[in-house]
């Protein structure tokens, strides 16, 4: 007879290779085939809504591993959620407005801007991005995240716009909207104004200047002849000049340098003496900043006088303590030039180019300008110092390239008229991670007015009507219509019609006593289209509520869509859009570098798909920090793999020995287990309640490493490890290998469940081959809960204690193999000498030689007894030796009882026994 088929050898069609690439969207095409989305949402109606509203990618290129970081977040915490008592829908958004948009089709060399109606391109703009939106769509959807992905929301759908609409005239209702001219962050590059949101830092080099403004009239305090120095790095700025400020409670000096006399900071002075070469300076006179309210001084170089304010805004971080103010080119200049009824002088245009409000310079582009502008001030003698300096600047973070301050007419949401609601709101929030809060709470607490008007084609009209007279009009009435129409036309038809055909039906106006009206042709900030999407998806789609349980997105979101949907819903209900606010940090390369293609560190996720599958990338999330920056790396997803081999060989060993096991038949109870049966469920329960603990809080890393050290230590290490005899060596029907079926079919069931949040695939492909289950996917299943069987807290205790034991008896063993007295653990036989509560516990232990995986266990006298040399440990010590007799054939044992059997000599007794009763 050949043994070998008498062994119960684990059986199983579930492959020990991934190979994920190709199964996985054979995986996907069954769950897009069966509708697994819209069976999940059905199986969940009724239970409390979790709604995770998605921040909107902007549909534009191939997605990266920001976004796979993302999206996989969200998944994660969707699926558990309906998994786990929720209907948690997921509507997909995409942010399609916006410039980059317009610079793809324009650049594309396929579309003549120049010679196309504004409504044409804007067709042209909607059709590429639908094809964005369809390419990011195959890719997040191949990535495994379930979602209602054939029903979207877009920003540029007309029910998004009509909502938007909506939100924008009960904004203007309430008064939080209005047009003014005013100093705005200005793309030359773009043509544009910014939002601050859309404002990104990077060094650059400019010049440094200090500049001398002759006195016109000293007020008394100061004489004619003593000029007051400024300092600045846009010298472009000095034509707009027409004030200087200076602090109310700061001391500033009168300074004589050979033959002139200058004002600046008292605190600053021996910095500028040193910077300024002033050798010889005498203090001739100190004076309040306040005294100097009200003096004129003199512009350098234009016929025009410029006049000394007072601001807190002065400080003496840097320059002269004395600044130069342009109102029309910063936000600190205009609220100080209004104070003191300064004009809003602006000599720039939307190019950037100098106007003839620039005498001298018109013409030049404002960075050119900065030279011939400072040699101009020291051919009149106010230039002191040229030097150049790198520092923080801002930029366009699309076009990349400095922007500037610039007036012009803008529209306007008044942050200050409720910013105090936002403050109460953003403290409303719960923040993860905590310092969440006081990072958005800052920056509403000193942001200024958000500019929300773009001058360029593609996005959504600002629907405000004028008169005759100039007058903006915005009324319930026009705002009502203009949604309805966009509603069914889209907002395409604000370019198409005229102004007339825009308005309600016979509407009138005391603005047009001849019924003549103008439009607004500007349109709104990207940020207001997505951040009205609190209104546009939340409360236009029916499974939706607002406010949302959870905006999940990355930190750079508290500057914008945190920010931006907060203004809207606050200044629109009074309330935050949100309850929670989770967010996740940058992802960079394996060296902590931000990713670049000059680099060549950049981690495509379309091709860790192709090469290793989404359900690494998705182990990788899972694996991760994520709330600070996380790194990836070639190196870094080979070692997530390793990780997932681990878990697949040990899903796939538990089905191996499941292939007779019909939980319906087989099922043991809990009470006939034995204790190593019961320990081991007792270390399921408290896995699943600490992985359910760690979903619930969002703590995926803790579920990544709770469920790796569950499947290497408690099972591949100990249970796995000690049940083969078992499994393989006993009868079929052996109430010890049921019991120890039981156990593994629990731990596949709930481990499967426990997955699959993060691996879906993997979990679904598990699923698959667990016998007895009818559900068709694990997704339509609930989270597994943790058996109740009594108090479990002394039996916890005393295996514990035993692995503790068994821990020093592998040493001992792996110290005999390490000095050749033994092979193979099962070649050996081990004698123990314990004391006290080891004695005790040994001895109400059953089947020692399988739980050490030896040949023979003989417990003898107390430690002290011991005869060297043994291996000594607390209250224990061991003597390894080789064990007597000969190799069963069949076990591998090594027992005296083999060759005891006439018919099976090389068989020991117990495997001669059942080899006998059973395969006769």
Request: aromatic share 10%.
């Amino acid at each position: 007879m050949d043994f070998k088929e008498t062994l119960l050898m684990p059986q199983t069609e579930f492959p020990m290779r991934g190979n994920l690439p190709k199964r996985e969207p054979e995986i996907q095409a069954k769950w897009e085939e069966s509708k697994i989305y819209e069976k999940v949402q059905k199986r969940t109606e009724g239970r409390p809504l979790f709604v995770l509203h998605d921040g909107p990618p902007y549909a534009n290129g191939d997605i990266h591993i920001g976004h796979a970081l993302n999206k996989v977040l969200k998944d994660m915490i969707v699926r558990y959620k309906s998994m786990s008592g929720f209907h948690a829908p997921y509507v997909p958004g995409w942010d399609t407005h916006g410039l980059p948009i317009e610079t793809a089709l324009t650049k594309s060399g396929k579309v003549n801007r120049k010679s196309m109606s504004v409504a044409e391109f804007r067709v042209l703009c909607e059709e590429y991005a639908r094809k964005q939106i369809d390419r990011q769509r195959e890719q997040f959807m191949r990535l495994g995240v379930r979602g209602d992905w054939w029903n979207p929301y877009v920003t540029l759908d007309k029910e998004y716009e009509a909502q938007q609409i909506k939100v924008f005239g009960e904004m203007a209702k309430k008064g939080f909207i209005y047009k003014g001219k005013k100093p705005v962050y200005w793309s030359p590059s773009s043509e544009s104004a910014l939002a601050e949101a859309e404002i990104e830092y990077h060094d650059k080099r400019s010049p440094s200047i200090y500049v001398a403004f002759p006195v016109k009239d000293g007020k008394g305090v100061l004489d004619e002849s003593v000029k007051i120095v400024i300092w600045t790095t846009t010298p472009w700025t000095i034509p707009a000049n027409l004030g200087i400020a200076v602090h109310p409670d700061l001391e500033y000096s009168v300074v004589k340098v050979n033959n002139d006399s200058f004002v600046v900071a008292s605190g600053l002075l021996e910095q500028l003496q040193s910077e300024l070469e002033w050798n010889n300076g005498e203090v001739v006179k100190t004076l309040k900043g306040s005294e100097l309210e009200y003096v004129v001084a003199k512009h350098p170089f234009y016929d025009r006088e410029s006049l000394v304010m007072l601001g807190d805004h002065v400080t003496l971080d840097a320059g002269t303590g004395c600044v130069h103010t342009a109102p029309g080119h910063g936000e600190e200049d205009y609220i100080v030039g209004q104070k003191y009824g300064l004009d809003v002088l602006c000599p720039v245009d939307d190019k950037g180019y100098m106007t003839e409000e620039a005498p001298g310079f018109e013409g030049l582009f404002y960075d050119e300008a900065n030279k011939p502008i400072t040699e101009k001030l020291d051919e009149v003698g106010a230039l002191l110092k040229l030097t150049f300096i790198t520092h923080s600047y801002a930029h366009d973070w699309r076009t990349k390239k400095p922007v500037i301050y610039r007036a012009t007419a803008q529209w306007f949401a008044s942050i200050e008229n409720f910013r105090q609601e936002l403050l109460a709101a953003i403290e409303s929030v719960e923040w993860l991670p905590a310092w969440g809060e006081t990072r958005l709470y800052n920056m509403v607490r000193d942001r200024g007015d958000w500019c929300i008007s773009r001058q360029r084609a593609w996005g959504v009209p600002i629907p405000v009507f004028y008169g005759e007279d100039g007058e903006p009009i915005i009324t319930d009435e026009t705002i009502n219509h203009v949604s309805e129409l966009f509603r069914e036309h889209g907002s395409n038809i604000w370019f198409e019609r005229e102004t007339k055909d825009l308005l309600p039906e016979g509407f009138t106006s005391e603005h047009s006593p001849n019924g003549i009206f103008t439009r607004e042709m500007d349109i709104m900030d990207v940020w207001f289209d997505s951040g009205s999407s609190h209104q546009s998806v939340l409360v236009e789609r029916e499974e939706l509520q607002r406010p949302a349980d959870m905006y999940l997105e990355g930190s750079d979101q508290y500057r914008g869509w945190f920010n931006s949907s907060l203004s809207t819903s606050v200044a629109v209900t009074g309330k935050a859009p949100y309850k929670a606010v989770l967010s996740h940090g940058f992802a960079l390369d394996g060296d902590g570098r931000k990713m670049s293609k000059s680099l060549g560190n950049v981690v495509i996720p379309n091709d860790v798909m192709k090469q290793l599958g989404a359900d690494i990338l998705r182990l990788w999330v899972a694996s991760v920090d994520y709330q600070a920056d996380v790194r990836v790396s070639d190196k870094i997803l080979k070692q997530v793999s390793e990780v997932y081999r681990k878990i697949r060989n040990t899903f796939r060993f538990l089905l191996g020995n499941l292939h007779d096991f019909d939980p319906s038949v087989h099922r043991v109870s809990t009470d006939a287990l034995s204790g190593v049966d019961k320990f081991m469920l007792v270390k399921l329960n408290r896995l699943i309640d600490d992985v359910k603990e760690a979903y619930n809080l969002y703590q995926f890393s803790s579920v990544y490493h709770s469920i790796h050290n569950f499947c290497t230590i408690e099972l591949s290490s100990f249970y796995m490890d000690l049940a083969k005899d078992t499994l393989y060596i006993e009868h079929a029907d052996h109430p010890d290998r049921r019991a120890i079926q039981t156990v593994m079919y629990d731990v596949l069931v709930s481990l499967t469940k426990l997955l699959s949040p993060i691996i879906p695939h993997t979990a679904d492909e598990v699923w698959a081959y667990i016998p007895g289950i009818e559900v068709e996917s694990v997704q339509l299943t609930d989270m597994p809960e943790a058996q109740n069987f009594g108090d479990v807290t002394s039996l916890e205790e005393k295996w514990d204690a035993f692995m503790n034991v068994r821990n020093d008896v592998l040493k001992a063993l792996e110290n005999a193999r390490n000095e050749k007295i033994i092979g193979k653990s099962l070649t050996a036989a081990i004698v123990l000498y314990p004391d006290g509560k080891v004695r005790e516990l040994l001895e109400s232990v059953d089947r020692l030689e399988k739980l050490f995986i030896v040949s023979n266990v003989t417990i003898a006298g107390s430690k002290q007894e011991a005869p060297e040399p043994a291996e000594t440990f607390d209250e224990l010590a061991i003597v390894v030796k080789k064990a007597e007799g000969e190799t069963c054939e069949r076990c591998w044992v090594v027992s005296p009882t083999v060759g005891k059997n006439e018919q099976h000599p090389t068989l020991c007794a117990d495997c001669a026994e059942t080899v006998t009763k059973y395969y006769a």
